[in-house]
């Protein structure tokens, strides 16, 4: 069963695994710290949510071929992709600040998202059907939260 942010068990689940991630918590992969990381999901759903303040990007057909894979198929994501430098905190995206504030805003912007019938075409994958905007968030907040054991 492909999980979403959709479905009341697997948000719920996944909110849980959200607040157990501590600021100190031991990174296994990547650059980031769990702090950016939060502040990169956080940017991530602003996205999602329409809250994207950069003009949106055109969708070449590579990256719906990707976005399609990446979103349906049961494989783990690969470490060491890189991210829009608007989404990555040492560019563009918003800087950590206060972990515990940053980290609620990820749990209410995760929630909106949830709650939400319609969704406005996504800046840097395009349109999406509501099914694969929830296994989308689901599966990239999963990729962060493993990145650091949550």
Known sequence: MRRTVFR?????????????LRADSRRRWGRMTPHQAVCHLNDSMRATLGMWTQPPRRVPPLRAVIR?????????WP??????????????GTKPVDFDRDRAELVTLLRRIASSEQ???????????????GRYVWRHTDHHLRQFGA
């Not at 697997?10 to 909110?15: S, V």
């Not at 399609?68 to 783990?76: D, E, G, H, V």
């Not at 470490?79 to 563009?92: C, F, N, P, S, Y």
């Open 79 to 92: 470490h060491g992709v890189t991210t829009a430098r608007e989404l990555d905190q040492e560019k563009d």
């Open 8 to 20: 009341a068990r697997d948000l719920d689940r996944l909110l849980a695994r959200v607040l157990g």
């Open 119 to 133: 969704l406005p075409p996504h800046p840097l994958w395009g349109r999406m059907s509501r099914g694969m905007t």
């Open 68 to 76: 399609f894979f990446a979103f349906n198929l049961p494989f783990r």
